[in-house]
């Protein structure tokens, strides 16, 4: 399959991939009829996914299979009058009814819009009213449907409310009674394909602000060919698990597009809860190969011992979604023997910088650009950085034209467009710099980095130093306003179970000295709390902006 999309398609080095990767785009292509209907025909009793769950349950998918039910999907919604260009909202968790529901919209041409089971009612009318939504389709279960009927009754713009189970309500279609009974598939309702029509819309969570709503058309899925061959490290004989919940845009990035283009086997757990001993039990029951989960997963996995799961079919291992603390790095690979290799994107992108087979991993690092894009570091001047270890923001050059995998743009919001993207540059206010070997580190969020008595401080490097701290699960680090130094640094801190009773000032100040004698002194955490948990977005990001905000009532009240 990769031979039809790509020049070349296997490379002796880092330099020969640089050089000589490149992603052919068709005018016509369509992902559901152009990868997964051509492994149908190709190699139809090839296994294309494994779904079980925290139940027990297991389900296995051919391609022949994925291509029948999607077929057969495809068919339900046009009865149900869903059409090219409509927009449906899909929450689904990770029911292996999502697979073959996307695949489905994906084939009349109607744009998906995977979202997070933990939208409330508030959010979901957000998304209808901003994206025009007519039709929802949604797990049966009692919160959910609660929230969608909510937001029905407060915006009443859902011709469809259709339910995959196991509670299907009166006024809901039934996802598996329509497909069961639908028409065949007929090629000839087919639209006109377009690499150029849209295909996927994801609201971004985002760490501040109202989520955006990020446009893709059909060359997303060409896009990921870089994210799953060249990062994930896939073949054909890869089986294959990402953490991620449907609604993330992670699951694009790790589930779905790029995997299947290479022919791998998808792995997916439905479970309710997250517990990293079953995640791990999973790996050896079912011998899974290649592994990608956010940081968080990995904080917690190597709380365990390791040497209780037999591990050894797995191959590799990969991260994004935040950057990885060195010390994560160093206690994964001492338990597995298995680099941890990262990536760096966004919603709006594929991979754009990461760790390849071919490069010597450094601890912390994300790596270096992918070839389909050229990725430059920019000053607040709009000058280009060309200094190892000045920080810049990181841009992407659309100069000679919009690269593979990059977004659309943000559907009707062509101001928010062009603050982002302009001067031939998106930008993805992420700040980063390069070292003398061109390999990229993560700082921090634009807004997230602290100015403090003169020195500019990302939260990362502190957060990586309190890591190597064992009473340190997780830490977040803000700037707090300071009328000596501008702002001084906080450290917002989550502690290891054994430690909980230790909080306090002793504590306190050995955490500081610890930060002092880790990195530089003046990036110690003058401020220090103990929590909990830290607040999060729908995909696991750390907010930052919630600690700020949180900080400024507190400080306001107190005035």
């Known amino acids: 399959m990769l031979e039809r999309f790509l020049k070349q398609t296997e490379f002796e080095s880092q330099e020969d991939f640089e050089k000589n990767f490149s992603i052919i785009v068709p005018e016509d292509f369509n992902f559901a009829y152009d990868v997964m209907d051509v492994w149908a025909a190709e190699a139809p009793k090839r296994l294309a996914m494994i779904w079980t769950n925290d139940k027990g349950e297991e389900r296995r998918f051919t391609f022949s299979d994925i291509k029948f039910l999607s077929d057969k999907a495809a068919s339900y919604f046009l009865s149900l009058g869903i059409e090219r260009g409509n927009m449906v909202l899909l929450i689904m968790k990770r029911r292996w009814q999502f697979w073959i529901t996307i695949l489905a919209l994906h084939k009349i041409g109607a744009v998906a819009i995977p979202a997070s089971y933990l939208l409330t009612k508030k959010d979901i009318v957000y998304r209808v009213k901003c994206a025009d939504i007519k039709s929802v389709v949604c797990c049966g279960d009692k919160d959910i449907l609660k929230h969608v009927n909510d937001a029905q009754d407060e915006w009443p713009a859902f011709a469809n409310r259709i339910s995959i189970g196991p509670e299907v309500p009166e006024g809901w279609e039934d996802w598996n009674a329509g497909v069961e009974q639908a028409e065949p598939y007929k090629p000839t309702i087919r639209y006109k394909k377009k690499v150029s029509d849209p295909m996927l819309m994801y609201f971004t969570s985002g760490t501040s602000g109202q989520p955006k709503m990020v446009l893709h058309d059909q060359s997303y899925a060409l896009g990921h060919i870089g994210t799953a061959a060249y990062w994930h490290n896939l073949t054909p004989d890869s089986l294959h698990l990402t953490v991620s919940d449907s609604g993330w845009a992670k699951c694009g990035w790790g589930k779905l597009y790029g995997q299947w283009i290479v022919g791998?086997?998808?792995?997916?757990?439905?479970?309710?809860?997250?517990?990293p001993a079953d995640i791990l039990h999973k790996i050896e029951q079912y011998k899974i190969t290649s592994f990608c989960a956010p940081p968080t997963i990995y904080r917690f996995m190597i709380r365990e011992d390791l040497s209780k799961f037999d591990l050894s079919s797995l191959r590799y291992a990969a991260t994004a979604g935040e950057a990885l603390n060195a010390v994560?790095?160093?206690?994964?690979?001492?338990?597995?023997?298995?680099?941890?290799?990262?990536?760096?994107?966004?919603?709006?992108?594929t991979c754009i910088i990461a760790t390849t087979p071919w490069m010597q991993t450094k601890p912390g690092a994300m790596g270096k650009p992918m070839p389909q894009y050229k990725v430059s570091l920019v000053r607040s001047d709009g000058t280009i950085v060309t200094t190892p270890g000045e920080h810049g923001q990181i841009a992407i050059s659309t100069k000679d034209g919009r690269p593979t995998g990059l977004f659309c743009g943000y559907y009707k919001d062509i101001e928010l467009t062009n603050q982002a993207w302009h001067d031939d540059f998106y930008f993805t206010g992420d700040v980063a710099y390069f070292d003398e070997d061109g390999y990229y580190w993560y700082v921090g969020r634009a807004d997230d980095v602290i100015k403090s008595s003169g020195y500019r401080i990302g939260p990362f490097e502190v957060e990586s130093a309190l890591m190597t701290h064992?009473?340190?699960?997780?830490?977040?680090?803000?700037?707090?306003?300071d009328e000596i130094r501008g702002q001084i640094i906080k450290a917002t801190i989550v502690l290891a179970k054994e430690w909980?009773?230790?909080?306090?000032?002793?504590?306190?100040k050995e955490l500081q000295d610890h930060v002092k004698h880790t990195t530089a002194p003046y990036k110690y955490p003058r401020?220090?709390?103990?929590?909990?948990?830290?607040?999060?977005?729908?995909?696991?990001?750390?907010?930052?902006?919630?600690?700020?905000?949180?900080?400024?009532?507190?400080?306001?009240?107190?005035r």
């Open 328 to 349: 994560v790095f160093e206690k994964f690979y001492k338990q597995t023997g298995i680099h941890i290799k990262e990536g760096f994107g966004q919603s709006e992108t």
């Open 527 to 558: 401020v220090i709390e103990f929590v909990d948990e830290l607040p999060k977005t729908h995909s696991g990001k750390i907010r930052r902006v919630e600690i700020r905000e949180k900080d400024e009532r507190r400080a306001e009240t107190d």
């Open 470 to 481: 064992p009473a340190v699960v997780e830490c977040a680090i803000t700037g707090v306003p």
């Open 264 to 275: 791998a086997t998808l792995f997916v757990y439905d479970h309710e809860k997250f517990t």
């Open 500 to 508: 909980k009773d230790k909080a306090g000032e002793a504590l306190v």
